[in-house]
């Protein structure tokens, strides 16, 4: 899939001001796991929301396969999934079982074909003894990876995961990580993992609003720790 940024920017009103979030963006993407790192607050988010259209640019323009995520943001978002950080922000069903469904409810219209379908995915991610489980008793680690299963499960070209280990204690961010690195689809993976950014094939910094180093992940991690140290 090859996701374009030509000269896209997001531009917030701020007081008497705009502040400048992203400032203008070329960028082409095609590589399999493309990962983003950079500071708090630095614009990471926002780049990664650009991709499936949560975020619109304020100019410029963002193509996935060709298709205008501006106008045609539903095509995009069928095939750009979209992981948030904390997984409460996207479960909203009130069993594992009828989440996963709600994420397939366009691509099986039959209810009794649904059910064995989100039973098929819970147990392919493990969950399998969590059907009938209310979403708010699982734990951390067991929500992201519902969240990833239910994105999953629409069969998207390319998955956004916007810092999925984040919330996670060790063994699960492991666990999240290696789910992420096994996946067929393309990954665009923002992290502050730097193991995980380094396992990438190509590794954006954002720093203050901007895309500061594009490159190999190993010569990226370098630049962004040097950018940290000095700062
Ligand atoms: N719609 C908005 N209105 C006002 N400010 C915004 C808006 N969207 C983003 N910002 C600000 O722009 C900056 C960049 O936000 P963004 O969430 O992209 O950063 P980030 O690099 O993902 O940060 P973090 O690592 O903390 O998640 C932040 O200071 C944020 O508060």
Redesign the pocket.
């Known amino acids: 899939m090859r996701i374009e940024l030509d000269a896209a920017s997001v531009v917030?009103p701020?007081g008497e001001g705009d502040?400048v979030?992203l400032a203008p963006t070329t960028l082409t993407l095609t590589e399999q796991r493309v990962g983003v790192v950079?500071?708090?607050?630095?614009?990471?988010?926002?780049l990664a929301r650009l991709l499936n259209g949560l975020v619109s640019p304020t100019a410029g323009r963002v193509l996935v396969d060709g298709l205008d995520v501006a106008r045609e943001g539903g095509a995009v978002r069928r095939r750009v999934g979209f992981c948030f950080t904390d997984p409460s922000a996207q479960l909203v069903m009130p069993t594992c079982v009828e989440d996963v469904e709600l994420s397939l409810r366009r691509s099986e219209r039959d209810p009794a074909r649904r059910r064995a379908r989100a039973l098929a995915v819970l147990v392919e991610h493990g969950l399998a003894d969590h059907a009938d489980t209310s979403v708010h008793a699982l734990s951390g680690g067991q929500k992201q990876l519902l969240a990833l299963a239910g994105v999953l499960a629409t069969s998207p070209d390319v998955l956004v995961a916007d810092?999925p280990t984040t919330l996670l204690d060790l063994a699960n961010s492991r666990r999240i990580g290696d789910l992420l690195f096994s996946l067929p689809q393309q990954l665009v993976l923002?992290t502050h993992d730097l193991d995980l950014a380094r396992r990438c094939d190509r590794v954006l910094v954002?720093l203050d609003g901007a895309v500061a180093y594009d490159g190999a992940p190993d010569a990226a991690v370098d630049h962004y720790v040097a950018a940290v140290t000095t700062s």
Do not use: D, I, Y
């Open positions: 917030v701020a502040r979030v950079g500071a708090n607050g630095s614009g990471k988010s926002t810092e923002v954002v």
